[in-house]
């Protein structure tokens, strides 16, 4: 009997909860230390923000890499992070700059304070997304919400930031499944490097420039 795609998708969470479950406590920290020094190096085929660009990131829930200790790295590179915040079931994104600068949230997680300033979709420009796991073809499977997908849509295409799943390396794996509408990747970031995703079979190619 063929798994239908949702029963595949809960399979594959279990087995990356159980995983993350399972890591030494400061392995978020390296893991999400790794990852933005990757994305600050500006090593191709990634380059790197400058001054005055936004950088939106997320809050670990205990297993996914943690970004918070890099919010100085940053600052010095005068980049502007936020951060998710949900307001009846809306996500939305506001600039946080330091560790005093959240709450807790709706959801039992640390979000940015109430008193801190919005940022629109269209202003971000890299999106540093979770994931229970990503694959080679640049397909994220998340919690099964769906909050990143409405924010992405409603963006304008031709607005919308530069998007890196981020995860551990064990959460890249060889098929995520998916469907139309869950938006893919444009690079996947690791602490164990950038993985540049291949096309999904039947899409259009690039033209040459």
């Given at each position: ?21 399972a890591l030494p406590p400061g392995e978020p920290m390296d893991a999400g ?103 080679r073809r640049g397909g994220r499977l998340g919690r099964g919400k769906g ?63």
């Amino acid at each position: 009997m063929v798994e239908s795609i949702q029963e595949q998708k809960r399979e594959i969470r279990r087995k990356m909860r159980a995983l993350r479950s399972a890591l030494p406590p400061g392995e978020p920290m390296d893991a999400g230390r790794g990852i933005v020094e990757a994305l600050l190096s500006g090593r191709p085929p990634i380059a790197a923000p400058g001054p005055g660009s936004v950088v939106a990131l997320y809050v670990s829930d205990g297993g996914e890499p943690d970004f918070i200790p890099s919010l100085p790295d940053f600052a010095r590179a005068g980049i502007v992070c936020c951060f998710p915040a949900f307001h009846r079931d809306r996500m939305e994104f506001y600039a946080a700059a330091q560790a005093s600068d959240f709450a807790v949230g709706a959801y039992g997680l640390y979000e940015p304070a109430p008193t801190t300033p919005p940022i629109a979709g269209a202003d971000i420009g890299v999106m540093l997304l979770p994931g229970m796991a990503f694959d080679r073809r640049g397909g994220r499977l998340g919690r099964g919400k769906g909050h990143y997908d409405r924010f992405l849509a409603q963006i304008d295409p031709r607005c919308r930031p530069l998007l890196l799943g981020t995860c551990h390396d064990f959460q890249v794996v060889d098929h995520v499944p998916a469907n139309e509408a869950d938006i893919r990747m444009d690079f996947v970031l690791t602490p164990g490097g950038v993985l540049t995703p291949v096309p999904p079979a039947g899409a259009p190619k690039a033209r040459p420039e």
